[in-house]
């Protein structure tokens, strides 16, 4: 299977954790069985927003040092059937080298449909670690420069690594702030400049903000989850209209 994905963005604060959650959420729904990695070493938040934070006794270095067994550092979610998250470790001197990440992720993906993993932001090395298993790629980005510029970045690395199955997701898109701003004329501005065909467009939902902070078992809710489910079928293969155009 070539169905382990990297999301990445370069810049912080663009929706990485987010997409992966709610990427999850529906592939979940598409009866797929989903691991989710929480690789943001030292800064995770994967296990909040999924209501797991008092579960988690044992991360993805301890799985590594051997402190635990390789099941024992997957944890299943209680709200959503068929997914399941491995922690970042809490604190970042225990951050994994590419290698070792890539010989951990080798070793248990084979158990799941789909392996998401949440990188860090920049493209240093944590970003190096998260991308070092993958087959694919989102990137996320906002309609914005500086973000834009971190999208290009991050392709360039992911480039370099070799993925060649890289998909554009424009995250918090606001139609009414877009064109207030002026930064771009059109959103095939924003796709051009990152160099990076669009898998989906997610509207700026401050429903998602609340939701995330609180655990995902009411994401329906969001008018964004239908991206997220049609998301999940497009990298699945299958040929949907985008859900949300703008
Ligand atoms: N589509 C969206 N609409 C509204 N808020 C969003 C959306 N996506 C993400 N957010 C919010 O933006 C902030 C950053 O998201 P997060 O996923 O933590 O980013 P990252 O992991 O890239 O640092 C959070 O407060 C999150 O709830
Ligand atoms: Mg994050």
Not at 44 to 70: K, P, T, W, Y
Not at 99 to 108: N, P, Y
Request: charged share 20%; glycine share 8%.
């Amino acid at each position: 299977m070539n169905n382990v994905i990297v999301v990445a963005s370069g810049k912080g604060g663009t929706g990485k954790s987010t997409v992966c959650i709610c990427l999850s959420v529906a592939l979940v729904k598409q009866s797929k069985k989903v691991l989710l990695i929480d690789c943001d070493c030292g800064m995770r938040g994967l296990d909040i927003m999924l209501d797991m934070e008092q579960d988690i006794l044992f991360d993805a270095s301890d799985a590594v040092c051997g402190n635990c067994s390789f099941e024992e550092a997957i944890y299943k979610s209680k709200n959503n059937e068929n997914l399941y998250l491995m922690a970042a470790p809490f604190d970042t001197e225990n951050e994994l080298s590419p290698s070792v990440f890539k010989q951990l992720v080798g070793k248990i993906k084979n158990d799941f449909d789909f392996v998401i993993i949440d990188s860090p932001a920049g493209i240093g090395s944590g970003f190096m670690t998260a991308a070092a298993p993958a087959d694919r790629a989102l990137i996320v980005a906002n309609a914005e420069p500086t973000s834009v510029r971190g999208g290009v970045k991050v392709r360039k690395k992911l480039d370099a690594l070799g993925i060649n199955d890289i998909r554009l997701v424009i995250n918090r898109f606001d139609r009414k702030m877009f064109n207030q701003l002026g930064f771009y004329n059109d959103l095939d501005e924003v796709i051009d400049a990152v160099q990076t065909q669009l898998i989906a467009l997610v509207p700026f939902d401050i429903r998602i903000s609340v939701i995330m902070q609180r655990g995902v078992a009411g994401l329906n809710w969001s008018a964004a989850a239908s991206v997220f489910d049609c998301l999940a079928l497009r990298l699945e293969g299958q040929r949907v209209p985008l859900a949300f155009k703008g």
